[in-house]
């Protein structure tokens, strides 16, 4: 079992920077990578960065905003989400996740929603123009 929090949403404007964090806790935390997952209303659950438990690989996409980072200590994680120059299109509820697998590379696609097995609440990102 692994527990999941996120923190660090907020409304900003158009440009600015935020940084997401998700602290996973658990023993079982190095058989998954770890993720962000951003949702809109009417639209499905998509990935925006994930980074394995070595952090050697990592995915953020095509974008060059996002960074994606983790720290491990003992049992207990916090991946954060660096997110710079902001856009409206940025506006979700990002959930973190845990990977099954320990899947998450740069030379593949983003790991599928179905193989994440736990998941936080939740944390709000607004960007206004």
């Known amino acids: 079992q692994l527990q999941v929090a996120e923190s660090g949403g907020g409304s900003v404007h158009d440009g600015a920077s935020l940084k997401l964090s998700c602290k996973v806790s658990?023993?079982?935390?190095?058989?998954?990578?770890l993720g962000w997952f951003r949702q809109v209303p009417g639209k499905e659950r998509e990935g925006v960065a994930c980074?394995?438990?070595?952090?050697?690989?990592?995915n953020v996409g095509d974008s060059d905003r996002f960074a994606i980072s983790s720290d491990y200590a003992g049992d207990t994680a916090t991946v954060s989400l660096q997110m710079n120059n902001l856009k409206p299109e940025d506006t979700g509820l990002y959930y973190c996740?845990?990977?099954?697998?320990?899947?998450?590379?740069?030379?593949?696609?983003?790991?599928?929603?179905?193989?994440?097995?736990?998941w936080g609440q939740g944390t709000q990102v607004t960007v206004s123009s």
């Open positions: 980074i394995s438990s070595s952090g050697r690989d990592t």
């Open positions: 996740g845990a990977i099954r697998f320990d899947t998450c590379s740069a030379h593949s696609a983003f790991p599928s929603t179905y193989l994440v097995s736990y």
């Open positions: 658990g023993s079982i935390l190095r058989l998954y990578a």
